[in-house]
């Protein structure tokens, strides 16, 4: 996702990409202003608008979808108890039941972060490959059981660190880098009987035209020549000039991907023929408003910009809702201990047009504007079937978080459409779908089932069509708003909570988000005591990363209102600087450098410091050996029992070993947050071992 707030620490060539990408997003803000003007307030005031075919198809639809990743996006899906988990599968995956996707895009992780968390990559060297990581193999694996025609796409946010070959761009070695987006397609296959479709090139950082051409060169000689080009997940205008300057870039890339193109693509990529996607939209808070953003674009993305397909970020909202973007997805499910989930209105808008096509099906050329505000779309398989999607979205309740939305006025207004061509005299009935959005919207009103309506025998259907309607008219007949009994009331994180670390069937410890590095469950075959199953951080260089990272291992659990409690874990430190453990943190995403907390770190110099930041520059208490505060020794290579307690709102007490090494009683210029969420980690990249997490209430 494009973020605004980020900070990066680059080199001078990455400098001058964002010079440039600064000058093409300029013009891309001026051709979506030109024809934004186009469209809005001089609409065609005659209230009959044409369906037909008979200047033949427009462009061929190729699906909506929905992202998980960019990152870490799914994290807490998986912790879900049978049949909750299973329910929220089918909500979005499964045919004629609701969101009913044709597109599932993951992220191909790479170690590091890239916005709610970081995602684990399939090769930590040039010669390790593990296709069991994460958990998008899982869930691509779910989807396409529920639907086999799904569409699966793989695109890289960060890349590990033998990838950058000490530079921060992936693109030194373009053949390597090239052979590692190889095997994770060969890895998808072989290890899980998983088709990709397509893979991208870096989300929204410079793209390279020769690396491009290499990624074709390199699909092609192993087998997959199958697999398309998705280029450049960023913005249409670069690209496009860049294909249509040249013969064989054009030759490898099938689809240009934009983010947020705010409906219009501009001529520049229409030129080019290929088909254009908005490879990433919407990014909403899935609120009545963010119903209203969907709606809007999934209409508009087409009679707009001839965009065929759309995807959201993000296709479930499984993480921590203090984490950046809260539930800006088709579906919320971040509450896997006790099993509730929410439908959202972004889910029932999706069905109005997953329900009623598939990819391959045809826009028909007569889709448009609606004279009083809205817009239609029609399409049609080539067999008869027919679907057409009107919306009246006003602009105040269809917002999205980007591109700003220029004003533009709605009204109540009468409908009437016209079928002609090989509808006319043939297709005599339709289905009919609706939603009532904007603030009036529920759950309950949405995706409504308004039985038949009959075509006149001049090919007309009237309809008075209010603001902020969303409606469908299809012959097709097997749609319906599946349901499940309610699940689980909502419920705050569990106190006291514990983890020994077990295995679950996946690489990750329940839920814990990882900010920064990676923490796995790892098994001691060889240990003699009681860790034969540990949570271990294993990133021991720094990726090429998406966001600034810290240069350490973070990883956050619980609720962010936690403020007087005490968290006990023991540590054992490999080839790391140290570790910490933390209460109150504050931040994670892309500000993780910027998180404040209680950070309590044992450094392998033989020193302990209390800090209120994550850079340990705000140092409330230090000891080291040899000082007269040294009351314990900490155990390099060994295991050491680690408790950090606030209690009373200002008391701070910490014990290693059984002893107390500290107190302290913050005051107001620490700058202490006044809660937030747990936290173990390192103090640099590097392997470290935990066990026995126990959070609980403060004495």
Request: glycine share 8%; net charge negative.
């Amino acid at each position: 996702m494009m973020e605004h707030c980020l900070k990066f620490a680059v080199v001078l060539v990455l400098l001058n990409f964002i010079s440039a990408f600064s000058h093409n997003e300029d013009r891309r803000v001026i051709e979506f202003e030109k024809e934004f003007s186009k469209t809005v307030g001089n609409f065609d005031q005659d209230t009959s608008y044409p369906i037909n075919d008979n200047g033949g198809f427009a462009h061929k639809f190729n699906g909506i979808g929905g992202l998980s990743g960019g990152g870490a996006t799914s994290r807490l899906l998986v912790n879900y108890a049978e049949p909750y988990r299973s329910q929220i599968l089918d909500f979005l995956f499964k045919p004629n039941f609701a969101a009913s996707l044709h597109i599932l895009k993951v992220e191909i992780g790479g170690d590091a972060q890239s916005t709610e968390g970081t995602e684990a990559t399939h090769m930590r060297s040039e010669n390790e490959e593990n296709y069991t990581r994460g958990y998008e193999w899982w869930l691509m694996k779910e989807a396409k059981a529920r639907n086999p025609d799904i569409t699966l796409i793989g695109l890289p946010w960060t890349w590990p660190s033998w990838i950058g070959q000490g530079t921060v761009l992936p693109y030194e070695n373009k053949t390597l880098t090239a052979i590692y987006i190889m095997k994770w397609v060969k890895g998808a296959k072989e290890h899980h009987g998983l088709a990709i479709n397509y893979v991208g090139i870096w989300n929204e950082r410079p793209y390279n035209v020769e690396y491009i051409k290499t990624l074709r060169k390199v699909l092609d000689e192993n087998g997959f020549s199958d697999v398309g080009i998705i280029a450049s997940d960023n913005s249409f205008i670069p690209t496009s000039e860049s294909i249509l300057h040249d013969g064989d870039l054009a030759k490898a890339v099938e689809v240009i991907g934009a983010h947020y193109p705010g409906t219009y693509s501009g001529t520049v990529a229409q030129e080019t023929k290929k088909p254009l996607w908005a490879s990433e939209d919407y990014s909403t808070f899935n609120d009545a408003v963010g119903a209203g953003c969907w709606a809007r674009i999934l209409n508009q993305n087409y009679v707009n910009g001839n965009i065929t397909a759309t995807i959201a970020w993000n296709l479930i909202a499984s993480y921590y809702d203090d984490l950046p973007y809260k539930r800006c997805s088709l579906l919320t499910a971040n509450e896997p201990w006790s099993g509730h989930y929410e439908q959202v209105g972004p889910l029932w808008v999706t069905a109005h047009t997953t329900q009623f096509t598939k990819p391959g099906w045809y826009y028909l050329k007569t889709t448009g504007h609606l004279s009083k505000g809205g817009s239609y779309a029609a399409l049609t398989d080539g067999k008869g079937n027919l679907t057409i999607v009107i919306e009246t979205l006003s602009h105040d309740q269809s917002i999205c978080i980007r591109p700003p939305l220029p004003s533009y006025d709605v009204a109540d207004q009468n409908v009437t459409l016209t079928l002609g061509g090989s509808f006319k005299g043939v297709v005599k009935v339709l289905n009919m779908w609706q939603s009532q959005l904007g603030q009036a919207s529920t759950i309950d009103s949405m995706f409504v089932n308004k039985g038949k309506v009959t075509v006149g025998s001049e090919g007309e259907i009237s309809l008075f069509v209010p603001t902020n309607m969303l409606i469908t008219l299809s012959t097709i007949n097997t749609a319906m708003k599946g349901s499940y009994p309610m699940p689980p009331a909502s419920a705050a994180f569990p106190l006291p909570y514990t983890d020994t670390f077990e295995s679950n069937g996946f690489s990750e410890a329940y839920n814990f988000a990882d900010q920064s590095g990676k923490f796995e469950t790892y098994y001691n075959a060889s240990a003699m005591d009681d860790h034969k199953w540990t949570l271990r951080q294993v990133v021991t260089a720094r990726p090429v990363t998406w966001c600034d990272d810290p240069d350490l291992g973070f990883t956050v659990i619980g609720d962010y209102s936690w403020s007087n409690v005490a968290v006990s874990v023991d540590v054992k430190p490999e080839d790391t600087y140290g570790v910490f453990v933390a209460l109150r943190v504050d931040k994670g995403g892309c500000d993780a450098r910027e998180a404040s907390g209680l950070f309590l770190w044992f450094m392998t110099n033989r020193s302990w410091v209390l800090t209120t930041d994550i850079m340990r520059e705000n140092r409330l208490q230090r000891c080291a050996i040899g000082w007269e505060c040294w009351v314990t020794e900490f155990q390099e290579q060994e295991w050491n029992q680690v408790t950090l307690e606030v209690s009373k709102d200002t008391n701070v007490v910490a014990y290693l070993n059984g002893a107390k090494i500290l107190e302290h009683t913050i005051k107001k210029e620490d700058a202490v947050p006044a809660n937030g969420f747990a936290a173990l980690g390192t103090a640099s990249f590097g392997k470290a071992q935990y066990d026995s997490f126990t959070v609980k209430p403060s004495t």
